[in-house]
């Protein structure tokens, strides 16, 4: 089963990559942008087929190692 | 005094921790991550450098390498670890130190020499010296201290802050400010104040014919601490 998480810095930490992105796009001319938050995407394709046993280890896997709570939040998007 | 360096792949300042150790009479020895044990050890270091290619985050795969395991254990007794730079990103992954190491504010990789203040001196590490600001040299591209506001509490309550980046007659400012630390946090110590974690390379500093002597200074004091 693959699972698929995002990873986003907190909203009240500091995205300066996001800032110099979305600043980027508005001088290429992409108008009406509020905010660009960089992220990281994983795809985790793990041998467990019950979808809740393998989003429990994957969500374990985000605690423990994929994600730093301190700055990131992290949320499962998808499992197929 | 015995010590062991940490070398992890992409470490690139263990060397020159080792020929800074040995200099002011540790004996020293090199330890590879892949190890499980450390070697009889009053000061453990984790040094600078770029371990893993800094993937996922910066010290995040080191922090979970085999040998931190007995890093860890040795810490959680009272054992003496210090963290510089990457070493400092490491221990805060590995939940010896509190917060976090994010990008610098600018975007830039720092390269320079900055001053930082001892902001403790009740610790083995900068007790006695004679010194209170220190010239030291800093080479990093995620040196942004970050922690949350309850951490924050805590660690000025327990007096974590070890140094802060100064101008050279110490004062703390935002001119003074490399990279947008929190409070201009250069390093912190844990509650127990064994463990040491700061961006700046005092092992950079032993030699006036390189770049300076704060490091001497820093190095001299340390190990008569220690003895």
Known sequence: MKISVVITLKKDVL????????????????EGINEVRQG??????????????????????????????VIEDFKIIGSQ | MHSSVITFPGSNCDRDMDVA??????????????????????LVVL??????????????MASKSKIMKSVLNFAQGGGKVMGIC??????VESGLL?????????????????????NNKDNSYFKDDKKDVYEFHIAHNEGNYFCSNEQIR??????????????????????????????????IFNKQKNVLGMMPHPERMIDPALSGEDGSIFFENLINNLK
């Open chain 1, 15 to 30: 995205d300066p990559q996001g800032k110099v992105i979305h600043q980027t796009l508005d001088g290429m001319g992409f």
């Open chain 1, 40 to 69: 990281k995407f994983f795809e985790i394709d793990t041998k467990e087929n019950d979808q809740k046993k393998a989003e429990a280890k994957v969500e374990d896997m985000c605690k423990k190692l994929l994600a730093n709570l």
């Open chain 2, 21 to 42: 150790l040995k200099k002011f009479g540790f004996k020293n020895k090199m330890v590879w991550h892949d190890d499980v044990e450390l070697p009889k050890s009053d």
């Open chain 2, 47 to 60: 040094p600078g450098g770029f371990s893993y290619g800094d993937y996922l985050r910066c010290g995040s």
């Open chain 2, 86 to 91: 990457n070493g400092f990103q490491i221990l």
């Open chain 2, 98 to 118: 509190p917060g976090v190491l994010l990008r610098n504010k600018y975007l830039e990789f720092i390269c320079k020499n900055v001053f930082v203040k001892a």
């Open chain 2, 154 to 187: 805590e660690i000025n309550d327990n007096s974590q802050i070890a140094l802060f980046y100064s101008d050279e007659n110490g004062i703390v400012n935002e001119q003074s400010n490399p990279n947008g630390s929190l409070q201009n946090i250069a390093g």
